[in-house]
């Protein structure tokens, strides 16, 4: 029911930065809580960051200090700013909503991310 459209991803050079965007069909104060995920080629998909109503964070321990995660309410927008971007970043990134915390959840199509000199 809820849609998730991704942008922002690209080609960077290590050390380099980018900002993605998810942007969501319907108010995101209808929705607990969101999050980015990511997957490397031939690996399963891991978090990057969540964010919940309240405002609180959490994020994977390999991507602390050099990713923020946040939202835009009145764009119905979640945000990922990357910086310090690192080779071992490249992956597809993903959106994902969770209504309740407890689901149901949604996904996007996702964003190639590559970093790369």
């Given at each position: 029911?809820?849609?998730?459209?991704?942008?922002?991803?690209?080609?960077?050079?290590?050390?380099?930065?980018?900002?993605?965007?998810?942007?969501?069909?319907?108010?995101?104060?209808?929705?607990?809580?969101?999050?980015?995920y990511?997957?490397?080629?031939?690996?399963?998909?891991?978090?990057?960051?969540?964010i919940?109503?309240?405002?609180?964070?959490?994020?994977?321990?390999?991507?602390?200090?050099?990713?923020?995660?946040?939202?835009?309410?009145?764009?119905?927008?979640?945000?990922?700013?990357?910086?310090?971007?690192?080779?071992?970043?490249?992956?597809?990134y993903?959106?994902?909503?969770?209504?309740?915390g407890?689901?149901?959840?949604?996904?996007?199509?996702?964003?190639?991310?590559?970093?790369?000199?």
């Amino acid at each position: 029911q809820v849609q998730l459209v991704e942008s922002g991803g690209g080609l960077v050079q290590p050390g380099g930065s980018l900002r993605l965007s998810c942007a969501a069909s319907e108010t995101i104060f209808s929705i607990y809580a969101t999050g980015w995920y990511r997957q490397v080629s031939g690996k399963q998909r891991e978090l990057v960051a969540h964010i919940n109503t309240g405002g609180r964070t959490n994020y994977a321990d390999f991507v602390k200090g050099r990713f923020t995660i946040s939202r835009d309410n009145a764009k119905n927008t979640v945000y990922l700013q990357m910086n310090n971007l690192k080779p071992e970043d490249t992956a597809v990134y993903y959106c994902n909503a969770d209504r309740l915390g407890i689901g149901p959840e949604y996904w996007g199509q996702g964003t190639q991310v590559t970093v790369s000199s």
